[in-house]
């Protein structure tokens, strides 16, 4: 009864986003975002093993495919190094740029060790630099894939149809508003519950994924 009544409300709440949304789709409109960047938890280390499966390439070296295969990047000297076979890039940052980025083909994919989270998969783009002499990882992608790995995580993938609408779109909200606050900075949220928490994309959780495909669509957002 009670986990029938949070759906009930939570319906509700989507019903009262959605209505006060559709009106104003100008304003609506200037203050959408695309994509969000997301500051992934990976601990403080200075090496940090990843694996590409799928087509990705290096933003800093286009030609270069990446091999599907366990990959590790290192900080040296205050900048980030990648050795692909006999090729070694050293630079302030380096981008791992997926190939199939927004399209509905999620072949394409980063697997890593989340500090909070355990191994996660990633879709994107993911772009790793230096702070502190410690690694950083910024997931960069299509709001809707943002929403795949929050959505399930906020709520359970179990709860009902409209509950998981609810939370697709009070979390586009939350990021949209994140991601006007920090425009000028390197990341719009964290992966944790101090923002959303986000644990990547799980083809296992459908029903959230089908929430967030039904909730986030170009009449609701005056796309």
């Excluded at 791992?96 to 989340?114: E, F, H, T």
Aim: hydrophobic share 45%; charged share 20%.
């Amino acid at each position: 009864m009670k986990c029938k009544r949070i759906a009930a409300a939570l319906a509700a709440l989507l019903l009262a986003v959605t209505a006060g949304f559709a009106v104003p789709g100008r304003a609506l409109a200037a203050a959408y975002h695309s994509e969000v960047r997301v500051l992934l938890s990976i601990g403080k280390k200075t090496a940090l093993a990843f694996t590409p499966v799928g087509d990705f390439t290096l933003k800093e070296a286009p030609n270069l495919k990446l091999p599907e295969e366990e990959l590790t990047i290192r900080v040296v000297g205050g900048r980030v190094s990648l050795t692909v076979g006999e090729t070694t890039l050293t630079a302030p940052s380096l981008t791992l740029v997926n190939g199939n980025y927004g399209a509905s083909d999620k072949s394409a994919y980063i697997r890593l060790k989340n500090s909070e989270h355990g191994t996660c998969t990633y879709l994107g783009n993911i772009t790793f630099d230096a702070r502190a002499g410690a690694l950083r990882a910024i997931n960069t992608l299509p709001v809707e894939e943002y929403l795949y790995g929050v959505v399930p995580n906020e709520m359970s993938n179990s709860f009902p149809l409209d509950a998981l609408k609810a939370q697709a779109v009070c979390a586009r909200s939350y990021a949209m508003a994140k991601c006007s606050r920090y425009a000028g900075r390197t990341y719009d949220l964290g992966d944790t519950s101090n923002d959303q928490v986000y644990a990547g994309y799980a083809s296992r959780n459908a029903r959230a994924i089908a929430a967030v495909v039904g909730a986030i669509g170009p009449d609701l957002w005056g796309g």
